[in-house]
């Protein structure tokens, strides 16, 4: 396999557009407007130029590249603290018991609270993956070469990581959620609102949005079924969130509905079971060592590949191929773990 996951950089501009474009809608992260794109790219290269361990409001862009074609097949996103500059705000759904005596009745109501819970966690986001490759098994490379970058940066990374995940969203593009809520108070589409969301942040939905709790019963019957469930194709994402520790703990996004998946940091499963170890041979392509994600760098010398690992006291074997593809050589420490 010819895939490598690598930094972005200002020349991935107008494939990154073209994927934004690609997404069907409702990915904040990837919004299709070239203006936004380049500054998400410019803002990344500062990320990856930043050397101190600390922890900012960095945002790291990745691009997973066909080396063999030279064309881009997907990216994805890490923000390394959420919430600094603009709150971050999401819906927590919770419920409430009442009780009448007069009637001996208890009532218990789900209510829908707009809080900024998350702020200050780090984010993983803006992944997409071309089409073309969501049956090459590299869905997984994409997702979660980000937490062996993690785990090499760990200082830049909050203790609490999430992942928001996007809700259910009709052919039209329409999402019942917004048109359920917050559409009621905005003389706006949620095409319109998402695209304004994705260019200037969500501010205006605490500016114009009730900030008293919201009686799920009153909202409509598809708003209330969507509510905290993910789009059809982000069902397999939700799986592989769910395989790595992350949980619905009850906050949903305030424009679609979405799902907000959350992990302790260190409990990740990549970042808790990769490995550091020296790469002591060379080893044919295609040998029948298990296959693992594998990265090597730090910052904007990341890269991550599928390989074939063997392990052993001394160290590891790494197929031929992965070397070339990240750039290394017998010596040099790489880290990995289990795909």
């Given at each position: 396999?010819?895939f490598v996951?690598?930094?972005?950089?200002e020349k991935?501009l107008?494939?990154?557009?073209?994927?934004?474009?690609?997404?069907?809608?409702?990915?904040?992260?990837?919004?299709?407007?070239?203006?936004t794109l380049?500054a998400?790219?410019?803002?990344?290269?500062?990320?990856?130029?930043?050397?101190?361990?600390?922890?900012?409001?960095?945002?790291?862009?990745f691009?997973?590249?066909?080396?063999?074609?030279?064309?881009v097949?997907?990216?994805c996103?890490?923000m390394?603290?959420?919430?600094?500059e603009?709150?971050?705000?999401?819906?927590r759904i919770?419920?409430i018991?009442?009780?009448?005596?007069?009637?001996?009745?208890?009532?218990?109501a789900?209510?829908?609270?707009?809080?900024?819970?998350?702020?200050?966690s780090?984010?993983?986001?803006?992944?997409y993956?071309?089409?073309?490759?969501?049956?090459?098994?590299?869905?997984?490379?994409?997702?979660?070469s980000r937490?062996?970058?993690?785990?090499?940066?760990?200082a830049?990374f909050?203790?609490?990581?999430l992942?928001?995940l996007?809700?259910?969203i009709d052919?039209?593009?329409?999402?019942?959620?917004?048109?359920g809520?917050?559409?009621r108070?905005?003389?706006?589409?949620?095409?319109?609102?998402d695209?304004f969301?994705?260019?200037?942040?969500?501010?205006?939905?605490a500016?114009l949005?009730?900030?008293?709790?919201?009686?799920?019963?009153?909202?409509s019957?598809?708003a209330r079924?969507v509510m905290?469930?993910p789009?059809?194709?982000?069902?397999?994402?939700?799986?592989?969130?769910?395989?790595?520790g992350f949980?619905?703990?009850?906050?949903?996004?305030i424009?679609?509905g979405g799902?907000?998946?959350i992990?302790?940091?260190?409990?990740?499963r990549?970042?808790?079971?990769?490995k550091?170890?020296?790469?002591?041979?060379?080893?044919?392509?295609?040998d029948?060592?298990?296959?693992?994600?594998?990265s090597?760098?730090r910052?904007?010398?990341?890269?991550?590949?599928?390989?074939q690992?063997?392990?052993?006291?001394?160290?590891?074997?790494?197929?031929?191929?992965?070397?070339?593809?990240?750039?290394?050589?017998?010596?040099?420490?790489?880290?990995f773990?289990?795909?």
């Amino acid at each position: 396999m010819t895939f490598v996951l690598r930094t972005a950089h200002e020349k991935d501009l107008d494939a990154l557009y073209r994927m934004a474009k690609g997404t069907g809608g409702g990915f904040t992260n990837l919004p299709p407007d070239k203006p936004t794109l380049q500054a998400k790219l410019a803002s990344a290269a500062k990320a990856f130029a930043r050397e101190d361990n600390t922890l900012n409001d960095d945002l790291f862009v990745f691009i997973l590249e066909d080396t063999e074609t030279g064309k881009v097949r997907g990216t994805c996103q890490i923000m390394s603290q959420v919430g600094t500059e603009l709150p971050f705000y999401s819906y927590r759904i919770g419920r409430i018991t009442q009780h009448s005596k007069e009637l001996d009745r208890t009532f218990r109501a789900e209510m829908l609270t707009l809080c900024t819970d998350l702020d200050g966690s780090s984010e993983v986001g803006g992944l997409y993956l071309d089409p073309t490759e969501r049956s090459s098994g590299v869905g997984k490379l994409l997702a979660r070469s980000r937490y062996l970058f993690i785990r090499a940066h760990r200082a830049k990374f909050a203790d609490r990581t999430l992942a928001e995940l996007r809700g259910a969203i009709d052919d039209a593009g329409n999402s019942p959620f917004w048109d359920g809520l917050a559409g009621r108070f905005f003389d706006m589409s949620f095409r319109d609102a998402d695209e304004f969301n994705a260019r200037h942040g969500n501010q205006f939905i605490a500016d114009l949005m009730p900030k008293h709790p919201i009686y799920t019963a009153l909202l409509s019957e598809g708003a209330r079924q969507v509510m905290g469930q993910p789009h059809f194709s982000g069902r397999p994402a939700m799986r592989m969130l769910e395989d790595e520790g992350f949980t619905f703990q009850n906050y949903v996004d305030i424009f679609d509905g979405g799902p907000s998946m959350i992990a302790d940091t260190d409990r990740i499963r990549t970042v808790r079971e990769a490995k550091d170890a020296p790469i002591t041979a060379l080893t044919a392509t295609g040998d029948e060592s298990p296959t693992h994600i594998v990265s090597h760098g730090r910052l904007a010398d990341f890269r991550a590949c599928l390989a074939q690992v063997g392990e052993s006291p001394e160290g590891v074997t790494l197929d031929e191929r992965a070397a070339w593809l990240l750039g290394v050589k017998v010596g040099d420490t790489i880290s990995f773990a289990p795909a």
